[in-house]
């Protein structure tokens, strides 16, 4: 299969600090790849090396199997991590100038204007002058600006932060339809339950290097757990002590132990396991990104 982005073996170095280390990934057609990773991972990086904004000191680029030619970036979208529009003018004017800038014009343009003001649900705000906008609708222009132009590589760096629970899940409708018409979708995001809903395959980024990338089933494989028991209790010493003497790994979650079962249980069991503990609450969940995350990266997790 060609990939529409082929990331192969890049570095960057800013001075003295290394921002990409080796770092090679391939996006197919109608596939939605996340990048996590914390704050100075190298993902915005990697974006505007990916986006020809900024060379790679050493490794390459590939669009739809071939160089990085400017012909081959004018299929590319991207929204960045600051949001970039003129102020003073109105969202439709920021779409029309956009459009032009990718080569549409005519009836044409006025229809993908329409239709990508429309899907980032802004119809009734074509009129408004941006910097009258909300900051959650600038960041909606913002994406739909990158869609313009039926783009086959959608690149978006943060696109829900600051967005409301509704305007997320339009976002998420956005890019899933993009990739349900062919086009590769690259999103980071500190929401990891986010990439975990969104995307087909993940990358984790730490410190400039991919530690691990794939499917959540394949990612899962990294923590050594059939499920997870998060055990609440007034005495979480004696929880982590219990678990320890039943040879189970646990680890600390958000005023929590949660410990790795591995295999499934029953609650009564996994209960039953911790009997004379003044127990508030047991959950069984399967192993989520969190877990994966935090584990690959020595526990620092999302921060979004
Ligand atoms: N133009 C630059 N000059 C010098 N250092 C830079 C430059 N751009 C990025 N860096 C450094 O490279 C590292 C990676 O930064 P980058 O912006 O790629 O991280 P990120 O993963 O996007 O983080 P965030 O989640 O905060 O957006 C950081 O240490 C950053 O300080
Ligand atoms: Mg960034």
């Known amino acids: ?18 921002a990409l280390s080796e770092l090679s990934f391939t996006i197919g057609r109608g596939e939605v790849y996340g990048l996590v990773g914390p704050n100075g991972a190298g993902k915005t990086t990697l974006i505007n090396i990916a986006c020809a904004v900024l060379a790679p000191d050493a490794g390459t680029v590939t669009l739809n199997g071939g160089a990085a030619t ?64 909300s900051g959650g609708m600038q960041r909606r222009l913002h994406i739909a600006a990158a869609m313009l132009h039926e783009p086959h590589l959608l690149i978006l760096d943060e696109p829900t932060v600051g967005l409301d629970r509704e305007s997320r899940h339009r976002i998420w409708r956005v890019v899933r339809d993009a990739a349900d018409h062919g086009a590769g ?18 990358g984790i980024i730490h410190e400039g290097r991919l530690v691990a990338e794939g499917s959540m089933d394949e990612l899962r494989r990294h923590v050594a757990a059939a499920e997870l028991a998060i055990i609440d209790a007034g005495d979480l010493g004696a929880v982590r002590d219990r678990a320890d003497q039943l040879g189970l790994t646990h680890r600390t979650a958000l005023a929590a132990v949660a410990v790795w079962l591995p295999e499934r249980q029953s609650l009564d069991r996994v209960a039953a396991s911790f009997s004379g503990i003044e127990l508030r609450s047991v959950t069984l969940k ?3 990104l969190e877990e994966v995350v935090a584990e690959l990266t020595g526990g620092r997790q999302s921060e979004g």
């Not at 299969?1 to 290394?18: C, N, P, Y």
């Not at 400017?70 to 102020?87: C, I, T």
């Not at 979708?185 to 993940?202: D, F």
């Open 1 to 18: 299969m060609t990939a529409v982005l082929g990331v192969d073996r890049v570095s960057k170095t800013f001075g003295e600090r290394r």
């Open 70 to 133: 400017p012909d081959a970036h004018a299929r590319v979208g991207v929204a960045s991590q600051e949001v970039a529009l003129y102020r003073d003018l109105t969202s439709e004017q920021n779409l029309q100038f956009f459009a032009s800038l990718y080569g549409l014009n005519g009836e044409g343009r006025a229809r993908r204007v329409r239709t990508c003001l429309a899907e980032v649900g802004l119809e009734d705000r074509s009129d408004t002058t941006v910097s009258f906008l």
């Open 286 to 288: 399967p192993v989520g």
């Open 185 to 202: 979708v690259l999103v980071t995001t500190h929401q990891l339950e986010e990439a975990e809903a969104l995307c087909h395959r993940i």
